[in-house]
């Protein structure tokens, strides 16, 4: 069983759409990272996530630690949105911050429709 | 700043050759490393390198040699080629940040490398 698992695979919308894409994680961590990456191949850094809630423009990104679940949302969600976005976790306590033993979810596809 | 960049973007090799693919960050990170990326997978730590002249295997180093002799460059060698290790390759440095309360860290990628082995 992977350790990070998100939900959906595939999720497609009609443009000004509220988006919300899963990742929910088995183990222990100390961080959980959101990730996009576009049809050309790029990766980016959405965000980093111990705690609470973070906002950026129309990205939001909460994490629940007592549940272990994270959710990304888009608001008004535009085609440019459209990518594959992946959760990451950093396994254990904060003691294994700089060291590279980040787990990958497989990505959730996002499809924004005009 | 140019972040982190990584080279080639795409390379065919037949079965046996060897190459190196070449990274390199122009921020300082100490943490660097390299992943591969798989149909229905997640990304797969390769090696990575918490500072110069350090490095460690990850998850599936096999078939791959990593050096750090600066801060800089990361290359990663495929020693003689495998169509197994036909995926994209994506380097990558980070920056933490560890407060008393709360820690920060961002990852930043290079831009793929698209290999096939024939």
């Known amino acids: 069983k992977n350790e990070v698992e998100q939900s959906p695979q595939n999720l497609t919308a009609q443009e000004g759409e509220f988006i919300t894409i899963n990742c929910s994680y088995s183990?222990?961590?100390?961080?959980l990272h959101w990730l996009q990456q576009h049809p050309g191949g790029g990766i980016v850094s959405l965000f980093m996530?111990?705690?609470g809630k973070k906002k950026h423009g129309r990205l939001i990104a909460t994490i629940n630690i007592q549940e272990k679940h994270s959710s990304l949302h888009i608001t008004a969600s535009h085609p440019r949105d459209s990518a594959v976005y992946i959760c990451?976790?950093?396994?254990?306590?904060?003691?294994?911050?700089?060291?590279?033993?980040?787990?990958f979810g497989t990505g959730t596809r996002l499809t924004i429709i005009p | 700043n140019a972040g982190v960049t990584q080279t080639p973007k795409f390379q065919v090799l037949k079965t046996g050759q060897s190459m190196t693919l070449q990274c390199a960050q122009d921020?300082?990170?100490?943490?660097m490393s390299w992943y591969r990326q798989d149909p229905g997978m997640g990304l797969r730590l390769i090696h990575y390198?918490?500072?110069?002249?350090?490095?460690d295997q990850g998850e599936v180093p096999n078939g791959y040699n990593v050096s750090r002799s600066t801060t800089e460059d990361f290359p990663l060698r495929l020693l003689s080629a495998a169509p197994s290790q036909t995926s994209v390759y994506f380097c990558?440095?980070?920056?933490?940040?560890?407060?008393?309360?709360?820690?920060?860290?961002?990852?930043?990628f290079g831009s793929g490398t698209q290999l096939s082995v024939l």
């Open positions: 996530l111990s705690s």
């Open positions: 990558a440095s980070s920056y933490t940040i560890q407060g008393a309360l709360q820690t920060n860290e961002k990852l930043f």
């Open positions: 390198s918490v500072g110069a002249g350090i490095t």
């Open positions: 183990v222990g961590i100390s961080a």
């Open positions: 921020m300082n990170h100490e943490y």
């Open positions: 990451a976790v950093r396994i254990g306590g904060r003691t294994n911050f700089g060291n590279e033993k980040l787990t």
